[in-house]
Nanobody
């Protein structure tokens, strides 16, 4: 069992930057592949980024590639999502997710067992 707590979401102007954090508690985070997803009002939850347990593999949605960077510090049991050049269409609740696996490239919500409560990111135009 692992608990996830996101933080860092807030209101930001278009073109600005934010860094989201996801703190894991309960288990060593290096055993878990991690992902970031987002959900805008009236839309399905969508994949944003993924990082393998050892941090060696990362994957991004096309819509954020080149603007967002996922990273992890296993010593701090924390995963980050650095978001640059934010656009109004990035507005959503952002969730981190975890799955105990050595596999990588987990891109679908149903591939993750554990979820955080979400943090709101609002980008104004």
């Amino acid at each position: 069992q692992v608990q996830l707590v996101e933080s860092g979401g807030r209101l930001v102007q278009a073109g600005g930057s934010l860094r989201l954090s996801c703190a894991t508690a309960g288990r060593s985070s290096s055993s878990y592949a991690m992902g970031w997803f987002r959900q805008a009002p009236g839309k399905e939850r969508e994949f944003v980024a993924h990082i393998s347990g050892n941090g060696g593999s990362t994957y991004y949605a096309d819509s954020v590639k080149g603007r967002f960077t996922i990273s992890r510090d296993n010593a701090k049991n924390t995963v980050y999502l650095q978001m640059n050049s934010l656009k109004p269409e990035d507005t959503a609740v952002y969730y981190c997710a975890a799955e105990r696996t050595v596999l990588s490239r987990l891109l679908r919500p149903d591939e993750y067992h554990y979820w955080g409560q979400g943090t709101q990111v609002t980008v104004s135009s």
